[in-house]
């Protein structure tokens, strides 16, 4: 079993960056994929960023070039730096292993 906690989310203005963390525990973390979702109001959950064990990554077209996800195996930890934000960024924010899921954090950007 994993536990996933995302951190990170909060206020900002259009233009503005982020860091958001995915904290896990209670697996051998080096070993797995983590992946970053997102779902606004009113709208279906929709893939954002993923980083494989060895630290391949790729990412959904709406973010690419504004978002980097990253991993520190030391740390058990996936972050996922935003850059560029625009109000529809605005979600609230989970990572996955493809099994399990954290609580998820709000970004809200403000125009």
């Known amino acids: 079993q994993v536990q996933l906690v995302e951190s990170g989310g909060g206020l900002v203005q259009a233009g503005g960056s982020l860091r958001l963390s995915c904290a896990a525990s209670g697996s051998d973390f080096s070993s797995i994929a983590i992946d970053w979702y997102r779902q606004a109001p009113g709208k279906q959950r929709e893939f954002v960023a993923f980083i494989t064990s060895g630290g391949t990554r790729d990412y959904a077209a709406f973010v690419k070039g504004r978002f980097t996800v990253s991993r520190d195996n030391a740390k058990t930890t996936v972050y996922l730096q935003m850059a560029s934000l625009k109000p529809e960024d605005t979600a609230v924010y989970y990572c996955?292993?493809?099994?399990?899921w954290g609580q998820g954090t709000q970004v809200t950007v403000s125009s």
């Open positions: 996955d292993t493809g099994t399990y």
